[in-house]
Structure formats: C-alpha cells, structure tokens
C-alpha cells in the first residue's frame, strides 16, 4: 500500500540515515537550479518523488524520477537524468514503477 510522505519527511529521513553530503543541501540545489514536488510517495522500503532541473534560464525545465531507499536514506535516479519534457511524463512513468514495486511486494 502506497504512503504519502510530505518532502519534509523524505529530508529528514534521508538526513538521518543517509551516508554521504546532503543530497538537498542548498548548494545542490542552486547549482542545478532544483524544484522539489511536496509530496513523495513510499511503497515497501522505496521513496518515490519527482524533481525538476534547469542549469540556467536558456535551458528548459527537465524532469527526473528519484527514488530513496528507506532503510539507508540512500538517494538515486530512476531512469535517465532530466529524461522527461514533462511533469505530466514523469509521473505517469513514476506511477509505472510504483505499480511494477507493489506487485512484486505483493507476490
């Protein structure tokens, strides 16, 4: 069963468990120019969230699909880098992986 987590929760977690720089420290984030969604979404031990990258103001805005594992507070990409155009793409593939995660928790 699908978790809402509040973003606030998926820092501190990551924060607490995580083993290496903050993943969202300020530097981070102003170097990529980062946008953060206010919600994640946990099934099992992943965390699922959607960040959203532009290096400068002549590039467009891209979409990644992030994922953290709960037990480490280890972040990683799923997929490609900025691979989506969209917001609207992104989350329809997140909401793929997350139903592919629940059926093999399920089995």
Known sequence: MTKVLQLL???????AKGDRADWFAPSATRFFNSAYPRYGYREGDTVYFVTSER??????????IRVMDWKT???????????????????????????????????
């Open 73 to 107: 507070g280890w972040i990683d990409t799923l997929c490609d880098f900025q691979r989506f155009d969209t917001r609207r793409e992104a989350y329809a593939e997140m909401r793929k992986a997350m139903a592919e995660a629940a059926r093999s928790i399920a089995a």
């Open 9 to 15: 929760e998926i820092k501190q977690r990551h924060r």
């Open 55 to 64: 290096f400068d103001m002549s590039t467009p805005r891209r979409y990644s």
